[in-house]
């Protein structure tokens, strides 16, 4: 099994920034691609931003520009820097573990962005 733990959130001011961290941990494949999601209330869940094994990234429209998905110093950790933030970014943040043998939700993250 493979374990996804979110951590980072919290409540911001409009305009400023937040670190989320996803880590990885248990029976993980050598090569994997961790996505972002999140889900505002009464919302379906979105699509973020992927990081591929191979270090592309991709990023919906809604947070190019704003928000960066990098790996940290270990394969296992990888985070969501997110700027400018509007109270629109307010939503429980997810982390997806993406592998050839089957994919890990994490439990989420809070973040509230007050105007």
């Known amino acids: 099994q493979v374990q996804v733990v979110e951590s980072g959130g919290g409540l911001v001011q409009s305009g400023g920034s937040l670190k989320l961290s996803c880590e990885v941990s248990?029976?993980?494949?050598?090569?994997?691609?961790i996505g972002w999601y999140r889900q505002a209330p009464g919302k379906e869940r979105e699509y973020l931003a992927r990081l591929w094994d191979n270090g592309l990234t991709q990023y919906e429209d809604a947070v190019k520009g704003r928000f960066t998905i990098f790996r940290g110093t270990t394969k296992n950790v990888v985070y969501l820097q997110m700027n400018n933030l509007k109270p629109e970014d307010t939503a429980v943040y997810y982390c997806?573990?993406?592998?050839?043998?089957?994919?890990?939700w994490g439990r989420g993250t809070q973040v509230t962005v007050s105007s």
């Open positions: 248990g029976r993980t494949l050598s090569a994997y691609d």
């Open positions: 997806k573990y993406v592998s050839g043998h089957g994919d890990s």
